[in-house]
């Protein structure tokens, strides 16, 4: 792919975890040092341990199901998803921009709501 990742690969298998609440694979995709930044939960989560918190109380918690509707790469580390978030809350359509690192593993989300 000219250097770049395969980040639909990517954000589908979060997604695929996430939908599955197997908060084990979720993490798996993340790197030690992650970061997940979401306005809309007034939170930051940093490492493995604020990644799982994030996976279990907005996906697991909410009962949220994740559609993906489009990503669009921005560089060969980094890309944007458009999300449809339906759960407990409702109905959204959120973004999610994603960096990886070289081994493709999840190193930043900045996630919000449209």
Do not use: C, K, W
């Amino acid at each position: 792919m000219n250097g770049s990742r395969d980040f639909q690969s990517i954000v589908s298998a979060f997604l695929t975890a996430a939908n599955a609440f197997d908060t084990n694979a979720a993490v798996a995709l993340f790197a030690p040092n992650a970061v997940i930044d979401d306005p809309s939960t007034g939170e930051r989560f940093a490492g493995l341990r604020g990644v799982r918190d994030y996976v279990e109380r907005f996906f697991v918690g909410y009962h949220t199901v994740s559609r993906l509707i489009s990503v669009t790469p921005l560089d060969h580390a980094r890309s944007q998803a458009r999300v449809d978030f339906t759960g407990d809350f409702g109905h959204e359509i959120g973004r999610l921009d994603l960096a990886v690192d070289d081994d493709g593993r999840i190193i930043r989300i900045d996630a919000d709501l449209e």
